[in-house]
Every structure is written in structure tokens, then in C-alpha cells.
């Protein structure tokens, strides 16, 4: 199975900081990665597929990218409801992978 | 709108059966590949299954591989996962997971239910 490592696994952050996450594959997966974000107590919210493109209704202060085996989600200008947990999953094998998370909570 | 509402959680022991079952309304169900996905209590989220959309072909995680069986009733817009051979492991929200149309590419999960929570203890 392709194995997803996300860095860094939790940070602290101020509104209006700019965030990024990193995951790496344990094998080149192409552009095939989604990223998405989830609150307490509820449903993932899926915010980039393929690598970087914008899920509708998603503010653009969220920008992701790479190729292979390394990627980014970056958060431009952190936002109160922004304060989540981020998972990156990959969708180039039939077995999907997602990486074990990366939760942003308040400095 | 799309409504994905999941059924059939529940407590059972360990070694036990569960079937689990997703709805769907709001778009059309015959054409999507549709998928479980697991969340353990206060841990990350690992997929489950996928199936797709004429259920001729499915696949699992190695974790369920043998034990779990995915399923869909095209007519009746369900989607089943059957569980067997449960373990203390297994418990978990389990959600169902709208996933991408035959006809687009890539795959990615745009959709997902409130969940369903399994709980396997004697």
C-alpha cells in the first residue's frame, strides 16, 4: 500500500497566520491527491482534489500543489473557522491512503 | 441536495455481524463509485472499501480484506457494508462516501454521511 506521511502532526497558530501542511508518498502518485478538513464531531469536507484544484465553495485563501511524491496545502491568512484537523489522501491506487493527519488548534 | 444517511451501527461482541446501510438521494446514485470510510475514537481517518458504480468490481484495506463485504442495490439507491468476524478494532464512526461519476477522473471524496458508529466490546 502507498503510505502518506503528513508534517508537521499538529500546530499552533494565530488568526491571520499563514499556515502550511506538507504529506509526502511513499511512492509517486502523480497529482493524484485530495486534501480535506474536518471539526470536532463532524463530517471531512473535502477542499483540494488533484492536487490543486479548489473544491467549489472553498475560499481561495486555501492554495495546494505538488507533484509525485511531495505536496502542500498552505492557508494564506488563518481564519477562526479555520481551526481543524487537515487530512491529505491519495487516489492513484484502487487501496486509498490517507495520511494520519494534521490537527491546527490556537496559539 | 445530496443526502448520504447512514444505518445499523450499533454495539455487538466481538466475533459478531453487523450490516451496515447508506441512502442516497439527490443525485444519481447508479453512476457513482461510492466508498466507506472509518474513523477510530479520537484517531485519523483510514478508507474502508470502494465499489464501483455497477458494483462489478470492489476493493478493500488489507485491515478488512475477507472480513468486510461491500455492496449497492442500484434500484433501491443503498449502499451495504457487510461486517463479520468483528473485532475490538473495528469500532469506529463509518462513514459513506460519495465518490467520484464513471465518466470523471480522478477520484475524490465530495460527499460524506454524519456516520454511523460501531462499537465491538463484550
Known amino acids: 500500500d502507498i503510505q502518506m506521511t503528513q508534517s508537521p502532526s499538529s500546530l499552533s497558530a494565530s488568526v491571520g497566520d499563514r499556515v502550511t501542511i506538507t504529506c509526502r508518498a511513499s511512492q509517486s502518485i502523480s497529482n493524484y491527491l485530495n486534501w480535506y478538513q474536518q471539526k470536532p464531531g463532524k463530517a471531512p469536507k473535502l477542499l483540494i482534489y488533484s492536487s490543486s484544484s479548489l473544491q467549489s465553495g472553498v475560499p481561495s485563501r486555501f492554495r495546494a500543489g505538488g507533484s509525485g511524491t511531495d505536496f502542500t496545502l498552505t492557508i494564506s491568512s488563518l481564519q477562526p473557522e479555520d481551526f481543524a484537523s487537515y487530512y491529505c489522501?491519495?487516489?492513484?491506487?484502487?487501496?486509498?491512503?490517507f495520511g494520519q493527519g494534521t490537527k491546527v488548534d490556537f496559539k | 441536495q445530496v443526502q448520504l444517511v447512514e444505518s445499523g451501527g450499533g454495539l455487538v461482541k466481538p466475533g459478531g455481524s453487523l450490516r451496515l446501510s447508506c441512502a442516497a438521494s439527490g443525485f444519481n446514485f447508479r453512476h457513482y463509485y461510492m466508498n466507506w470510510i472509518r474513523q477510530a475514537p479520537g484517531k485519523g481517518l483510514e478508507w474502508v472499501s470502494y465499489?464501483?458504480?455497477?458494483?462489478?468490481?470492489?476493493f478493500y484495506a488489507d485491515s478488512v480484506k475477507g472480513r468486510f463485504t461491500i455492496s449497492r442495490d442500484n434500484a433501491k439507491n443503498t449502499l451495504y457494508l457487510e461486517m463479520n468476524s468483528l473485532r475490538a478494532d473495528d469500532t469506529a464512526v463509518y462513514y459513506c462516501v460519495r465518490d467520484r461519476a464513471e465518466w470523471e477522473l480522478p477520484s475524490h471524496f465530495d460527499y460524506w454521511g454524519q456516520g454511523t458508529l460501531v462499537t465491538v466490546s463484550s
Open positions: 489522501q491519495q487516489s492513484y491506487s484502487t487501496t486509498r491512503t
Open positions: 465499489i464501483t458504480s455497477s458494483g462489478s468490481s470492489t
